[in-house]
Structure formats: structure tokens, C-alpha cells
């Protein structure tokens, strides 16, 4: 088997890593694997929705994305056997089905768990409250600041999400309109712009994506984090991180309805309409998905989405990894937060972000960002 194959991935110091075993498929199977574009998702997103045809093989997706990605992604019912799948935990192989057909074989799972220094914070919080005092009392900038999120894009986004669904407001009821005119809303986008507006967070997170938070924190300039299983292996490298030896881990805080939620999803392969055709591209789809790339990413931190890495993995651990992973778990089972799935859900996301952004800044009020927010995606639910 010959010939080449042109791909799509999601770039970053958590997902890289994998791509070093392309070199080995190629000389194993004789298949170039031309890596076309690379970018955070938000680019990779906004970069497959431009063009008029997509002209890749495979690219990644993610559940909450791959509704909107239809038209060009190709399903894998009677593509994939079934005995490929069986190791798969069947919530990731549901969150990757559209309509009851599977356009997606799942790479990790993501849900946050609260990071932070134990050389500064003996006992994680037990409520956004308390975390919000700790945030304060460890609040030292320039040095280290009290609590990091992101600030921009999809990670802004779900960190709203989370703080307004565990105060009891509704991002996405059965019409899909906001209910978030209400105290749970208003205490979620409080506190985020209380955050900024303390100087509890860095002057330029509202600049910060996923990975500059993350390397904030690893550097040791904040006392505590939100963050996902993929930079696991980054913040215990003594040779990267000022925090390898300090690291304490704790799902997140309850919130004012009495519940603590992470917002959670997978990251995906999938095969284009375009590449469906090609052997060439559904081997390297299994290739990427399979139990040895997978337990090699599991042991940089994410969570296995195969249960047999995930049985390696509680054997191979150090007790500390092993306390992570049953954490991982039981957020999963009890507190995971997962969108609805829907063609029009990254216009939604977009909106969000934006508005959630400027009332942080201050450049809207609480109640208008929260009417705006309402307003603008009741348009795009009813296709305005």
C-alpha cells in the first residue's frame, strides 16, 4: 500500500506529541502522511468552515464541533468493525455519534480539574466563594497571581458555562435559548469580571488561550488553575515546570446551586467525504486511535478513552497519577457538562465568548451582556 494522504490536526504542546509516530506509519505502511495545516482548534475550525471544499483526508474534530461539520465529514457505520470499537467506553463512541451514525473515533476525553500550589494552599476550595478568598489572600502579582481561566474563545467559554450552570442558570434548555437573566447568570459573570477587574489575573488574559494559561501556571505566576488532563506530564517535568513538586489536584469547587460541574467533551479523528474512499486513510485513522498511541498520550496525562489503557494505566502509575485518574473518573461519571448537539453550536459558542468577554472588561453591564448573550442566540437558534 502506497500514495499519500493530506490531514487537518488540532496543534499544541498537548496533542504534538502523538504526531511522532506518523514517521513510523509511513515507513511501515509505505503511506506519506502530508500534515497540510495544524492549528489550535478555533483556527482549525474557523480554517475547515472557510473553505468551499475540504479538500483532507482525516482531520481532528471535536464532539461539540463535529454537528456543525457534516457536510464534509463521512460516517464510519460498516467502515469501522465493531470489534475495532468494543474497547472504546461507549459515552465517548455516543458523544461522537450524530444521528445515531459514528462520524468520529474518539482520541481523549476533557474534563478540568482545579490545579494549585500546595506551597501556598493547604486544603483545595470547597466553594467558588471559598475560592475566590484564596484567590484574594494568594494574590501577589508580579510574582504569582490568585486564579487563572481563559480568556478568550472556547475555553472562556466553557469556564462560563461551568460557573453559570453550577449557580443554577441554564445555558441550553430544551429551545436552546439562554436562561441566564437570572442570579445564576448574573453571580457566574460576576465573578469572572471580579477576577479581572481585583487584578486577580494576569492584565492580558483576555489575550490567553488554553496553552498561555497553562504555561502561566507552570511557571509558577498563580496560586491556582483550571485546567485539562493534557498538560499533565508538562506540570510534573521538573525540567519545564516550577510547580512539578508543588502540584495539588481537586475537582472543582461547588457552586451556589450546591453542584459542581466540568465542562467536558472528546477530542476526535475523523474522515473526510473526500477520504472516506481511500484504505490509505482509514488505516491511519486506526493507527492513530490505537492502543499504543493512545496509552502514550495517556502517559503524558490524558484520560483513556479505551479501557484497556486505562487498566494499563492504574497499573503503571505512581500513586499520585493513579489518585488523578480515579479523580478524572468520578468527574466524569457524576459532574461532567456536555453541550447539545446541534449544526449552528460554534456560532453559539462565538457569541458567548465575545459577550462574556467584554462585560469582564467592563465594556458591557452584567445585565445587558446577559440579555445581549440571550437575544443574539435565540437569532441563531431560529436560523436568523
Known amino acids: 500500500m502506497s500514495g499519500e494522504l493530506k490531514v487537518a490536526l488540532i496543534s499544541g504542546p498537548a496533542y504534538d506529541p502523538l504526531y511522532e509516530c506518523l514517521p513510523a506509519f509511513t515507513a511501515e505502511t509505505g503511506i506519506r502522511v502530508n500534515v497540510a495545516f495544524k492549528g489550535d482548534h478555533p483556527t482549525l475550525n474557523h480554517h475547515?468552515?472557510?473553505?468551499?471544499?475540504?479538500?483532507?483526508d482525516l482531520v481532528s474534530t471535536h464532539t461539540k464541533y463535529a454537528p456543525s461539520q457534516l457536510e464534509f465529514l463521512a460516517p464510519l457505520d460498516g467502515l469501522v468493525d465493531e470489534s475495532a470499537l468494543e474497547d472504546f467506553v461507549p459515552l465517548l463512541l455516543n458523544l461522537a455519534s450524530?444521528?445515531?451514525?459514528?462520524?468520529?473515533?474518539?482520541?481523549?476525553?476533557?474534563?478540568?480539574?482545579?490545579?494549585?500550589?500546595?506551597?501556598?494552599?493547604?486544603?483545595?476550595?470547597?466553594?467558588?466563594?471559598?475560592?475566590?478568598?484564596l484567590a484574594r489572600r494568594e494574590n501577589a502579582p508580579p510574582e504569582h497571581y490568585g486564579f487563572l481561566f481563559p480568556g478568550r474563545e472556547s475555553g472562556?467559554?466553557?469556564?462560563f458555562f461551568?460557573?453559570?450552570?453550577?449557580?443554577?442558570?441554564?445555558?441550553?434548555?430544551?429551545?436552546?435559548v439562554p436562561e441566564i437573566e437570572n442570579e445564576g447568570g448574573r453571580w457566574a459573570l460576576e465573578l469572572l469580571r471580579t477576577f479581572y477587574r481585583e487584578g486577580l489575573v494576569p492584565t492580558e488574559l483576555p489575550d490567553w488561550h488554553y496553552d498561555k494559561v497553562h504555561e502561566c501556571f507552570r511557571a509558577g505566576r498563580a496560586a491556582m488553575v483550571g485546567d485539562w488532563p493534557g498538560y499533565y506530564a508538562l506540570y510534573r517535568d521538573a525540567g519545564l515546570s516550577k510547580v512539578h513538586d508543588r502540584l495539588g489536584l481537586s475537582p472543582y469547587p461547588i457552586g451556589p446551586a450546591g453542584k459542581s460541574l466540568a465542562y467536558g467533551g472528546g477530542h476526535t479523528f475523523a474522515l473526510t467525504k473526500h477520504g472516506v474512499n481511500k484504505p490509505e486513510a482509514l488505516k491511519l485513522l486506526l493507527h492513530l486511535t490505537a492502543f499504543e498511541q493512545q496509552l502514550?498520550?495517556?502517559?503524558?496525562?490524558?484520560?483513556?478513552?479505551?479501557?484497556?489503557?486505562?487498566?494499563?494505566?492504574q497499573m503503571e502509575?505512581?500513586?499520585?497519577n493513579r489518585a488523578r485518574l480515579a479523580m478524572?473518573?468520578?468527574?466524569?461519571?457524576?459532574?461532567?457538562?456536555?453541550?447539545?448537539?446541534?449544526?449552528?453550536?460554534?456560532?453559539?459558542?462565538?457569541?458567548?465568548?465575545?459577550?462574556?468577554?467584554?462585560a469582564i472588561l467592563n465594556q458591557v453591564s452584567v445585565d445587558d451582556a446577559l440579555k445581549q448573550m440571550r437575544e443574539q442566540i435565540s437569532r441563531i437558534v431560529q436560523g436568523d
Not at 475547515?48 to 483532507?56: K, N, R
Open 317 to 320: 502509575a505512581d500513586d499520585a
Open 156 to 159: 472562556l467559554f466553557g469556564t
Open 98 to 133: 450524530v444521528d445515531g451514525k459514528l462520524y468520529a473515533i474518539p482520541r481523549n476525553i476533557d474534563v478540568r480539574l482545579l490545579h494549585y500550589r500546595i506551597d501556598l494552599i493547604a486544603k483545595p476550595p470547597s466553594t467558588w466563594d471559598d475560592l475566590l478568598e
Open 328 to 358: 478524572l473518573e468520578e468527574v466524569i461519571a457524576k459532574h461532567i457538562l456536555i453541550p447539545p448537539k446541534f449544526a449552528r453550536y460554534p456560532e453559539v459558542e462565538e457569541v458567548l465568548w465575545r459577550t462574556v468577554q467584554q
Open 48 to 56: 475547515l468552515a472557510a473553505l468551499t471544499e475540504v479538500p483532507y
Open 162 to 176: 461551568e460557573l453559570a450552570e453550577m449557580a443554577g442558570a441554564r445555558l441550553f434548555p430544551e429551545n436552546l
Open 296 to 313: 502514550a498520550e495517556a502517559r503524558k496525562g490524558c484520560v483513556p478513552v479505551r479501557r484497556s489503557v486505562m487498566r494499563q494505566m
